[in-house]
């Protein structure tokens, strides 16, 4: 490989070649500064530096941007806030579990995913960029806090034995509900809050198994309704802006060790009655089941000796019954024997009586027919007189019809007709014909001899 010396380089990287070389550099910079590429999933905010005028992209496809004079800014169209889940898919935000206070002074942690969705309106977008001017700010300042700043607000209307005991569900609702509508307007009041127990366990206590409703007063956050009964509200920040709320999710929340505590004891304790109240409740099915097998004995006694006494009765009963049916089979037999005497004989009558309809019936259809016949004999006869006789009265015109008949025949069958003359003749000698079969054989060869002599003397003068 030959190497180029210093006067080579210098003579091709000439002054001409170098600008040529920068120019091209310039306004590829230039392209590539002047083309904005958007991409699905992502909102862009173009600001244009020279003029100060914001434009807004929410679709993908390429755009044309002032070139080194302009400010791109990105947004994710949706934002996923996640506190306590750390593990599963890639979320934006990975925060510690919510902390939370309940109106009975317990704490606990919720952990909570939110999805956020910002809105396609281009001038809440504008709005929007111009009081956070990043994604990140906007996450950071806006949807964090207020997330976190519902999630506390709404556990203040609950106990903490009341969320922890079945209230998730409501705090979920009200929760999703106050974030994407506004936070209710609330006030701090004494009311009754509703528990489910057992009734206390007391001797020979029928319904002590059962459940009964219990009232306790505790101070809560309770929210201030209008005239109609809806939740008067505060300003909703996420209003102004677009941006709504698309799901709320819930993890396992986790009490602080005291309310743990007092709800592990409160179950030990409901453990314990239902314990105390099954063994009751064993002792006294056992006493009532003793009571009910002697009752069983003494019923079975009496039952199997009234038993006893019916089977007897019925075996009376029984004998009577089976003579008082075989008399009345016997009678019932000779009823059966004597109806079938006299149906037979019904038979015989009827079928008597059928006959002698039908050949009365056969006899007035074969008169009929031969008075049928003979009417219709003498109704053709006197058709055919009548024709005969009309034809004997024009007897000249019936003659001449049947000769133009017959001659009309004949012309139209001429050109069919053809008469072939015999060629040779032979009679008997002395003109009494053929008396013999010697005559005949002679006859015949005479006439093979003609006719042989006849073709070749059409052979002959064909030649």
Same mark, same amino acid.
């Given at each position: 490989?030959?190497?180029?010396?210093?006067?080579?380089?210098?003579?091709?990287?000439? %002054?001409?070649? =170098?600008?040529?070389?920068?120019?091209?550099?310039?306004?590829?910079?230039?392209?590539?500064?002047?083309?904005?590429?958007?991409?699905?999933?992502?909102?862009?905010? @173009?600001?244009? !530096?020279?003029?100060?005028?914001?434009?807004?992209?929410?679709?993908?496809?390429?755009?044309?941007?002032?070139?080194?004079?302009?400010?791109?800014?990105?947004?994710?169209?949706? #934002?996923?806030? $996640?506190?306590?889940?750390?593990?599963?898919?890639?979320?934006?935000?990975?925060?510690?579990?919510?902390?939370?206070?309940?109106?009975?002074?317990?704490?606990?942690?919720? %952990?909570?995913?939110?999805?956020?969705?910002?809105?396609?309106?281009?001038?809440?977008?504008?709005?929007? @960029?111009?009081?956070?001017?990043?994604?990140?700010?906007?996450?950071?300042?806006?949807?964090?806090?207020?997330?976190?700043?519902?999630?506390?607000?709404?556990?203040?209307?609950?106990?903490?034995?009341?969320?922890?005991?079945?209230?998730?569900?409501?705090?979920?609702?009200?929760?999703?509900?106050?974030?994407?509508?506004? =936070?209710?307007?609330?006030?701090?009041?004494?009311?009754?809050?509703?528990?489910?127990?057992?009734?206390?366990?007391?001797? +020979?206590?029928?319904?002590?198994?059962?459940?009964?409703?219990?009232?306790?007063?505790?101070?809560?956050?309770?929210?201030?309704? /209008?005239?109609?009964?809806?939740?008067?509200?505060?300003?909703?920040?996420?209003? @102004?802006?677009? =941006?709504?709320?698309?799901?709320?999710?819930?993890?396992?929340?986790?009490?602080?060790?005291?309310?743990?505590?007092?709800?592990? +004891?409160?179950?030990?304790?409901?453990?314990?009655?239902?314990?105390?109240?099954?063994?009751?409740?064993?002792? &006294?099915?056992?006493? &009532?089941?003793?009571?009910?097998?002697?009752? =069983?004995?003494?019923?079975?006694?009496?039952? /199997?000796?009234?038993?006893? &006494?019916?089977?007897? #009765?019925?075996?009376?009963?029984?004998?009577?019954?089976?003579?008082?049916?075989?008399?009345?089979?016997?009678?019932?037999?000779?009823?059966?024997?004597?109806?079938?005497?006299?149906?037979?004989?019904?038979?015989?009558?009827?079928?008597?009586?059928?006959?002698?309809?039908?050949?009365?019936?056969?006899?007035?259809?074969?008169?009929?027919?031969?008075?049928?016949?003979?009417?219709?004999?003498?109704?053709?006869?006197?058709?055919?007189?009548?024709?005969?006789?009309?034809?004997?009265? @024009?007897?000249?015109?019936?003659?001449?019809?049947?000769?133009?008949?017959?001659?009309?025949?004949?012309?139209? !069958?001429?050109?069919?007709?053809?008469?072939?003359?015999?060629?040779?003749?032979?009679?008997?000698?002395?003109?009494?014909?053929?008396?013999? !079969?010697?005559?005949?054989?002679?006859?015949? $060869?005479?006439?093979?001899?003609?006719?042989?002599?006849?073709?070749?003397?059409? &052979?002959?003068?064909?030649?």
């Amino acid at each position: 490989m030959e190497l180029k010396s210093a006067s080579g380089f210098k003579s091709y990287f000439t %002054p001409k070649r =170098i600008l040529i070389g920068v120019g091209v550099l310039a306004a590829l910079g230039i392209a590539q500064s002047s083309v904005l590429m958007t991409d699905a999933g992502y909102t862009y905010v @173009h600001q244009n !530096n020279v003029t100060g005028s914001l434009d807004v992209f929410t679709e993908p496809g390429i755009h044309f941007r002032m070139p080194f004079l302009s400010k791109i800014t990105r947004y994710d169209q949706v #934002v996923t806030v $996640s506190f306590g889940n750390n593990q599963g898919e890639v979320f934006y935000q990975r925060l510690p579990a919510l902390q939370v206070r309940f109106a009975d002074t317990y704490t606990g942690q919720v %952990p909570a995913t939110f999805r956020f969705k910002l809105s396609y309106d281009p001038e809440q977008l504008k709005t929007m @960029h111009r009081e956070f001017r990043s994604n990140d700010n906007l996450i950071d300042t806006m949807l964090i806090k207020n997330a976190r700043n519902v999630t506390v607000i709404t556990s203040t209307q609950y106990t903490g034995e009341e969320f922890f005991q079945g209230g998730l569900n409501q705090f979920k609702a009200q929760l999703s509900d106050q974030l994407s509508n506004g =936070i209710y307007t609330t006030e701090r009041r004494q009311v009754e809050v509703e528990q489910v127990d057992l009734v206390p366990v007391g001797f +020979d206590q029928e319904d002590s198994n059962k459940l009964q409703a219990t009232k306790q007063l505790v101070w809560k956050t309770v929210p201030i309704t /209008d005239k109609s009964g809806n939740p008067i509200r505060q300003d909703n920040p996420l209003k @102004h802006y677009g =941006i709504t709320v698309t799901q709320v999710t819930i993890g396992d929340p986790k009490p602080e060790d005291q309310l743990d505590k007092l709800l592990t +004891d409160k179950k030990k304790l409901v453990a314990e009655r239902i314990r105390t109240i099954q063994e009751q409740e064993t002792s &006294k099915a056992q006493a &009532k089941t003793e009571q009910l097998r002697k009752e =069983i004995q003494r019923t079975r006694e009496v039952q /199997d000796a009234q038993r006893a &006494k019916e089977l007897a #009765v019925i075996a009376q009963q029984k004998e009577v019954e089976v003579a008082r049916q075989i008399a009345e089979r016997e009678l019932v037999e000779e009823r059966k024997k004597k109806d079938i005497a006299t149906l037979s004989k019904a038979k015989e009558l009827e079928i008597a009586q059928a006959n002698l309809e039908i050949q009365k019936a056969n006899s007035a259809s074969a008169m009929f027919e031969a008075k049928a016949i003979r009417e219709k004999g003498i109704a053709e006869a006197d058709v055919l007189a009548a024709k005969y006789k009309a034809l004997g009265a @024009h007897e000249k015109v019936y003659l001449a019809e049947l000769n133009r008949d017959v001659a009309n025949s004949l012309y139209q !069958n001429l050109p069919n007709f053809k008469v072939d003359m015999p060629k040779n003749y032979i009679n008997g000698s002395g003109g009494n014909g053929m008396t013999s !079969n010697l005559d005949v054989i002679t006859g015949l $060869s005479a006439l093979g001899l003609m006719e042989k002599s006849t073709v070749l003397g059409s &052979k002959a003068s064909a030649k």
